[in-house]
T-cell receptor, first 109, second 114 residues
Framework: RKEVEQDPGPFNVPEGATVAFNCTYS??????FFWYRQDCRKEPKLLMS???SGNEDGRFTAQLNRASQYISLLIRDSKLSDSATYLC??????????FGQGTTLQVKP | DTAVSQTPKYLVTQMGNDKSIKCEQN?????MYWYKQDSKKFLKIMFS???????INETVPNRFSPKSPDKAHLNLHINSLELGDSAVYFC?????????????FGPGTRLLVL
């Protein structure tokens, strides 16, 4: 079983749509959680941290379910500039970031 | 201002050669990392240094040798390059090795071994 499982997509959505990505992780000892964004042929950049109570940053909402070992990311009112690969990243209790394969989002005009 | 920089950006070389990739961060961070992203897009940690001391050493062939001359620099030397070493190598840094610390990535070095 992969340490982090994500649907690779691609998710093709029109501008203005709401889209949700899910992720499951296998290490129950994971302590911190992040969503990173990676544009084509670029480096990953932190999108947002994920807190146990869920958190929102503008159009982006992240949720964590520790019992189910499940993380989600919701993007509202999609923009063309949201097109990228979204990486689910739990952090182990030893500090290592464990990257998922990523979910590719393509927002169409 | 460039926060985490890597050189070279592209590296094309023959099998069997030895090459180095350099990384520098000007963020004043204590911890630096090397990651490998293969053709299937999985990003995996290779090494981590905290204040010039090796703290994470994943199962990586010993042909790969990191060196940290000071806490702002972490270089990666690869001996006897193989076809399977072709990948994108990312350097990253964080304030320290604590949980929850954001990692900032360099632009990557695209290595192609022929």
């Amino acid at each position: 079983r992969k340490e982090v499982e994500q649907d690779p997509g691609p998710f093709n959505v029109p501008e203005g749509a709401t889209v949700a990505f899910n992720c499951t992780y296998s290490n129950s000892a994971s302590q911190s959680f992040f969503w990173y964004r990676q544009d084509c042929r670029k480096e990953p950049k932190l999108l947002m941290s994920v807190y146990s109570s869920g958190n929102e940053d503008g159009r982006f909402t992240a949720q964590l379910n520790r019992a189910s070992q499940y993380i989600s990311l919701l993007i509202r009112d999609s923009k063309l500039s949201d097109s990228a690969t979204y990486l689910c990243v739990p952090q182990s209790n030893t500090g290592k970031l464990i990257f998922g394969q990523g979910t590719t989002l393509q927002v169409k005009p | 201002d460039t926060a985490v920089s890597q050189t070279p950006k592209y590296l094309v070389t023959q099998m069997g050669n030895d090459k180095s990739i350099k990384c520098e961060q000007n963020l004043g961070h204590d911890t630096m990392y090397w990651y490998k992203q293969d053709s299937k897009k999985f990003l995996k940690i290779m090494f981590s240094y905290n204040n010039k001391e090796l703290i994470i050493n994943e199962t990586v062939p010993n042909r790969f040798s990191p060196k940290s001359p000071d806490k702002a620099h972490l270089n990666l030397h690869i001996n006897s390059l193989e076809l399977g070493d072709s990948a994108v190598y990312f350097c990253a840094s964080s304030q320290n090795q604590g949980l929850g610390e954001t990692q900032y990535f360099g632009p990557g070095t695209r290595l192609l071994v022929l």
